[in-house]
């Protein structure tokens, strides 16, 4: 039997810790974004509605979809879509940028920011991840 040193099989247990509650999480987050769905869609097929489509919304800039009529407040929040930025986005759409087209009143619960966030953290450029 080979011994693993104690380091080691300490960071070993953590990553198969958190791996899971990841997906878990962003198992999650696919159910909250239901709430989302009426203005956004996510996905390889993914267009443009009443909000522009998410794809690839972690690390992108505010305003920057292609087809999408952003309000002014939006196009120059000089915001760049980090998890931290979408959380605060996400609760309170109107506070973080006074002026946006956004309607809706912001996700309230912090495990479902953090689920949700997840889930659009795993969704790529091209839709994959939205599964």
Not at 46 to 61: D, E, F, Q, S
Request: proline share 6%; aromatic share 8%.
């Amino acid at each position: 039997m080979t011994k693993i040193p104690y380091f080691a099989a300490l960071v070993l247990g953590a990553s198969l810790i958190a791996a899971p509650a990841f997906a878990q999480d962003a198992a999650a987050g696919k159910s909250v974004f239901n709430q989302c769905r009426a203005c956004h869609q996510v996905g390889p097929d993914a267009k443009n509605g009443v909000g522009p489509a998410l794809n690839g919304i972690v690390g992108r800039k505010a305003g920057e979809v292609a087809g999408y009529n952003y309000s002014d407040a939006n196009k120059n929040s000089g915001l760049t879509w980090d998890e931290a930025t979408l959380k605060e986005y996400l609760k309170n759409p109107r506070a973080k940028v006074p002026g946006t087209k956004m309607v809706f009143p912001g996700i309230q619960r912090e495990n479902q920011l953090e689920n949700l966030v997840a889930y659009l953290a795993l969704i790529k450029p091209d839709g994959s991840g939205a599964e």
